[in-house]
């Protein structure tokens, strides 16, 4: 993981293997930091500019050789994109990318200046913040099973350094170094979660590292097994392990912020699939092994409990994750089974594949009634047909409190994961009626994150509860800015950041 630090100095002078100067859209005669180091390199800057070979497009990248004109050995421009439409979130995209770019060209240690916080009008922190996320994640990878031969070195960027002239907002770009490496180091856990395939994260290993975060963070953590959920009545977690040969957990780690008022809570429920093969309403194989990230939405509350240990909001945190394997087999539930959730509300197995909120509806029941949560948020790799209406760009948005919906959507706003309401109109209740239970997990295809995410309200009586569909946003298709393909990590910040703003109010 790249170490990332503010420090106060003249990026002119670093020997840095190389530093990275801005530039905004546009402009045709760099000024700043930018315009300092293209005098000492006798104008190349501007001659690019000149000659149309860089423009400052967001993301845009060149490098030129300072030949012993400036101590570093190498200059790289950084396009930022139009200025008024700088953010945080595209200064984490670009860092991202040049960081990329960095550890290709073999730099080890690079210097740069706060991008956006001088006349792009973000400050300090906040620019400090998102170039650590964007540095470090983008430079995440999932490589332990790769033999590698020893003659090839690693090409790996240690050190950036982030430059800062005006010794007065030093402790702010620190403050944002440091916020910005423990969030990367959350969402680092959640992607190695999902990314490691189904045979090693099974149950019981997900509970392990789950016990390891909780004991490192010095956070409580209850894990219940099979027997404490046969005493506990949770028909519907057993029936979706009933065909499995690894044991369940259901993991419950805690987190007290705020002892003297215990309502003062929210539980984060995160769906831990550790595989969906779907169960006796078995997947096709095509694109199958994706579903080792079935517990996307648990490893984004661990993740994300890691880093609320370490930030102290003053707010009590329940993360909750029921873990739990889907396989076919003799001992298989079986579509028609009619089973009975902790709540004691009886459902109709229509389709074994529709298991995440059978898992989730259980949960649910636990932390209200043992945990005394009065605030739930699940997050769930729970449809397909979330897919189909937001693509792989947005993760849907639920719940029975438009508060906690409205809390959910503005943490998102903060971090860059984006997020979209879908309506929750009485009218779709419906599809989940069962002609022989109180409820079917199934409520056919039209609109069927919407029915899903009515099926889980079933459970959610006397809490203010959102719900957050994340299978379209759990894996990334191509390496991106902050993205890596494979797992995102998504939406470990969001949930973060919900909390903070939670105990702000
Ligand atoms: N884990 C899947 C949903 C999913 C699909 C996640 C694609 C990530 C990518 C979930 O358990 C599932 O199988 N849902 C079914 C529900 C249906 C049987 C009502 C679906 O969406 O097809
Ligand atoms: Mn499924
Ligand atoms: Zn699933």
Redesign the pocket.
């Known amino acids: 993981m790249t170490n990332v630090t503010a420090i106060a100095g003249d990026i002119t002078t670093s020997d840095a293997d190389a530093i990275v100067v801005n530039l905004f859209d546009g402009v045709t005669s760099p000024s700043g930091a930018t315009g300092i180091v293209d005098k000492a390199l006798d104008g190349a800057i501007s001659a690019l500019i000149a000659d149309k070979e860089i423009t400052g497009k967001q993301g845009e990248i060149a490098m030129i050789h300072t030949l012993g004109k400036l101590p570093a050995k190498r200059v790289v421009v950084l396009g930022l994109g139009k200025r008024e439409k700088l953010s945080a979130n595209v200064v984490r995209q670009v860092s991202g990318a040049v960081g990329r770019y960095l550890e290709r060209i073999g730099a080890k240690r690079a210097a740069t200046l706060a991008h956006g916080a001088g006349i792009g009008g973000l400050d300090a922190g906040t620019s400090a913040q998102a170039m650590t996320e964007g540095t470090i994640l983008g430079l995440y990878a999932f490589t332990q099973y790769k033999s590698r031969k020893d003659d090839e070195p690693k090409k790996e960027l240690q050190a950036l350094e982030i430059i800062e002239q005006d010794i007065g907002r030093l402790p702010a770009l620190q403050a944002g170094v440091a916020k910005g490496t423990l969030l990367s180091e959350a969402v680092s856990i959640a992607r190695g979660l999902v990314n490691e395939p189904a045979n090693v994260v099974n149950p019981v290993k997900m509970a392990e590292v789950a016990s390891d975060i909780a004991a490192k963070a010095g956070l409580g953590i209850t894990v219940l097994k099979r027997e404490e959920m046969i005493e506990n009545s949770m028909g519907a977690m057993l029936a979706v392990t009933q065909g499995s040969a690894n044991e369940p957990r259901l993991i419950i780690m805690e987190y007290k912020g705020d002892p003297e008022h215990p309502d003062n809570n929210i539980a984060l429920v995160g769906?831990g699939?550790t595989f969906?093969s779907?169960g006796i309403?078995i997947?096709s194989a095509g694109?199958m092994w994706?579903?080792k990230?079935?517990m996307?939405g648990g490893a984004s509350v661990i993740g994300a409990m890691h880093a609320i240990a370490a930030l102290k909001p003053k707010l009590n945190v329940f993360g909750v994750v029921p873990a739990v394997e889907?396989m076919p087999s003799g001992t298989a539930q079986r579509p028609g089974d009619i089973i009975r959730a902790m709540n004691g509300k009886t459902i109709e197995v229509?389709?074994t594949?529709?298991?995440?909120?059978l898992v989730l509806a259980d949960a649910i029941c636990y932390v209200k009634e043992k945990m005394g949560a009065k605030r739930v948020v699940d997050i769930?790799?729970?449809?397909?047909?979330?897919?189909v209406a937001l693509g792989h760009v947005t993760t849907g948005v639920f719940g029975t409190s438009q508060t906690m919906v409205d809390a959910v959507l503005a943490a998102s706003k903060e971090t860059g994961e984006k997020m979209w309401q879908l309506p929750m109109f009485e009218e779709y209740k419906r599809q989940n009626r069962s002609e022989y239970a109180d409820v079917k997990?199934?409520?056919?295809r039209p609109a069927?994150?919407i029915?899903?995410a009515f099926f889980i309200s079933e459970f959610t009586d006397g809490v203010e509860w959102a719900h957050l569909d994340?299978?379209?946003t759990?894996?990334a298709e191509r390496t991106q800015g902050h993205e890596v393909k494979g797992a995102t990590g998504v939406p470990t910040r969001t949930l973060v950041k919900l909390v903070e703003q939670l105990a702000a109010t």
């Open positions: 769906k699939i969906d779907g309403s997947k694109g994706e579903m990230g079935d996307s889907n229509d389709n594949d529709a298991e995440g909120r769930a790799t729970l449809t397909g047909a979330i897919v997990n199934t409520g056919g069927g994150s029915a899903a994340i299978a379209g759990f894996m």
